[in-house]
């Protein structure tokens, strides 16, 4: 969360006006960047989860949720465009290809993505095992009868593993910025050049 904040302010304070959340869910994310830039987009291709969301900010004149898949994107629309755990769903290189476009000059690309595991994981995966009950305890202390709204969109297992993952945004977005995390995911962040 931290992450992503910090990257927006920085957007926004080089005069960016729009962010868009890829495969927003039912939009936690998209109320974060609300509170920074002045339009916020949340993607999100499942009927359902985009209702959710969609009813969560009816009343708001500054965000907009839209039904579709990523890649409509006009030439330099974005100043911001997240992937949180989204980008896994889509083709990688295609998909960080369009993205690049779709930036505005001094935009940014962030990504909290999910990464296979690999036998460079090892250490993180046992610590992550280790860990994930007690995260688990502590965001979620009683037992739900059913998963929560916001973890029903459909989901896809990752198929890249980091370096994979790296070596393709390094190729698209030249000087990206990768750091490996805890629970099977990284981080990244691009600028795009003015």
Not at 72 to 87: G, K, N, P, R, T
Request: charged fraction near 25%.
């Amino acid at each position: 969360m931290g992450f992503v904040l910090k990257h927006a302010r920085a957007a926004r304070s080089r005069r960016g006006t729009t962010a868009v959340d890829v495969g927003c869910g039912t939009g936690n994310m998209v109320e974060r960047l609300a509170g920074v830039f002045p339009n916020v987009v949340g993607v999100e291709p499942d009927a359902e989860t985009r209702a959710i969301a969609a009813r969560r900010f009816r009343d708001s004149n500054t965000v907009r949720i839209v039904q579709r898949r990523f890649g409509e994107e006009s030439h330099q629309q974005y100043d911001l465009i997240l992937f949180v755990a989204s980008l896994h769903h889509m083709p990688l290189g295609a998909t960080l290809r369009q993205a690049r476009t779709a930036l505005r000059p001094g935009g940014r690309i962030l990504i909290v993505g999910v990464a296979r595991e690999s036998p460079a994981d090892r250490l993180r995966s046992l610590t992550s095992l280790a860990l994930n009950p007690l995260v688990g305890l502590i965001r979620h202390p009683t037992r739900a009868a059913q998963p929560p709204a916001s973890m029903r969109a459909p989901t896809v297992e990752a198929t890249e593993s980091f370096d994979d993952i790296r070596a393709v945004a390094s190729q698209v977005l030249p000087g990206v910025r990768m750091r490996r995390r805890l629970f099977w995911r990284y981080t990244a962040s691009w600028v795009a050049p003015w």
